[in-house]
């Protein structure tokens, strides 16, 4: 047998993959779900799909029924809060039995301070996950000012701090033209515990670098329910770009 890579088991707070998915039929979904889901830790419904998906409250339970939590994707929340409809939209979370909630500003523009407020307000009902970075790749955030907003988030009550990336890897740690900010990753790795940081990245060559760089055991998002097995070959080290542990 092959050296083992230690790879943390569920329910853990490291070596999280978070899965992005915008519409994968009941059917489809379920088998992947049933062939890897000792690998998943949390399912998004990206973008707004929650609210018009087919099969959703079929979806959840099939998550739930194997310890992966489900939650619907910061456009969701971001759409609700510009209508002003806070209260309707932690209602259609409670409807469909969700307890994890992501708060996000990638689309509109909310204050930090009403971030952090809302943060507190309902971190004692909900998991919390505070996404810092924009969606708009020609809004850009200074070094300096990540560090402050995932310091204040985790301070309000955040369980974790989402760094954008978006689904296309082209906005928040990423340049418009897909190319990771590794300045700015490594120095927000340095000011943070890696457990409390779920970096999205869906591009294959990025979540080597990241493997490479903080372990087999970094959490990692925005990972499509296709590349899950793809994944943990990179983690487990039996892919070139992972195959030797960086000293």
């Known amino acids: 047998m092959l050296k083992k890579i230690y790879r943390t088991k569920k329910p853990r707070n490291n070596g999280i993959t978070s899965i ?4 994968t039929p009941f059917e489809i979904m379920k ?3 049933l062939e890897n889901h000792e690998n998943i830790d949390f399912f998004k419904f990206g973008q707004g799909t929650a609210y018009n998906t087919p099969n959703l409250k079929k979806k959840i339970n099939l998550l739930k029924t194997y310890d992966i939590k489900p939650y619907f994707g910061g456009s969701l929340f971001e759409k609700f809060i510009s209508e002003n409809k806070l209260k309707e939209y932690l ?11 992501e708060i996000s500003n990638g ?5 930090l301070k009403k971030r952090a407020e809302i943060t507190k307000k309902i971190s004692k009902e909900f998991l919390v996950l505070c996404e810092v970075g924009s969606k708009n ?3 850009q955030l ?7 907003e995932i310091s204040l988030l985790i301070e309000a009550g955040s369980e974790y701090i989402i760094l954008e990336g978006r689904n ?11 190319k990771m900010k590794e300045k700015l990753v490594n120095k927000i790795v340095k000011n943070f515990k890696k457990e409390k940081l779920i970096i999205e990245c869906p591009i294959h060559k990025y979540q080597m670098y990241l493997i490479n760089l903080l372990g087999p055991n ?18 487990l080290r039996l892919r070139s770009e992972t195959f030797f542990e960086k000293k």
């Not at 992005?20 to 519409?23: N, R």
């Not at 209602?91 to 909630?101: A, C, G, P, S, V």
């Not at 970094?218 to 983690?235: A, K, P, S, T, W």
């Open 218 to 235: 970094v959490n990692l998002g925005n990972i499509n329910l296709r590349d899950m097995v793809l994944l943990e070959c990179q983690r």
């Open 142 to 148: 200074k070094i300096s000012d990540w560090i402050k």
């Open 107 to 111: 689309t509109i523009d909310l204050s």
């Open 168 to 178: 296309s890897g082209t906005a928040g740690i990423f340049e418009k033209n897909g």
């Open 137 to 139: 790749e020609n809004k």
């Open 20 to 23: 992005i998915d915008e519409g």
């Open 31 to 33: 088998q992947y779900i």
């Open 91 to 101: 209602n259609f979370l409670r409807k469909n039995k969700i307890d994890t909630i």
